[in-house]
């Protein structure tokens, strides 16, 4: 019983010290998402590769989606989902892909809504921080979007700190 009380009054003196009425979060900005779209576009067309780039903000939300004209159909709401799965896991999908494959515990994954645990997500990240994330869909093989992703991101380093 005493125990009981003792973690009661720590939760009740901690809880105040742990919440936040406002919270500042960095996340990508509408414009660079455009040019960001562009380049990832433009990076895969480079290499013969008709795609679609999705790129969301932190959070997931779509803010730019740039199709070449050649592209499936398809390939805008793969860009989608694929962006949006790494901007909500904080990671590239390639990995999340690698994982569920290797364990069965984790291939739940793939059903969560709008995930797309498959390679060509990508996190945007300012510093140490994921603000938005990149999604490339219609390459032979999501390792070829997800280059396409990165040689853009390249190309916005310095913009990106």
Do not use: W
């Not at 569920?100 to 997500?121: C, K, Q, R, S, T």
């Amino acid at each position: 019983m005493k125990t009981i009380i003792s973690a009661a009054a720590i939760a009740c003196f901690a809880l105040p010290v742990m919440a936040q009425d406002i919270v500042e979060l960095r996340s990508l900005g509408t414009g660079l998402a455009v040019e960001i779209a562009t380049a990832t576009v433009a990076a895969c067309a480079a290499d013969g590769h008709n795609v679609a780039a999705a790129v969301t903000d932190r959070a997931g939300i779509l803010l730019a989606l740039v199709r070449a004209e050649a592209a499936g159909n398809h390939t805008a709401t793969a860009a989608t989902a694929k962006a949006y799965t790494s901007a909500a896991s904080r990671s590239p999908t390639s990995g999340m892909a690698k994982t569920a494959a290797e364990n069965p515990g984790v291939a739940g994954l793939a059903d969560i809504p709008g995930f797309l645990v498959l390679a060509g997500g990508v996190p945007v990240r300012a510093g140490d921080q994921v603000i938005g994330a990149v999604g490339v869909g219609g390459a032979p093989g999501g390792h070829l979007d997800e280059a396409c992703a990165n040689k853009a991101l390249d190309q916005f380093a310095d913009r990106l700190k």
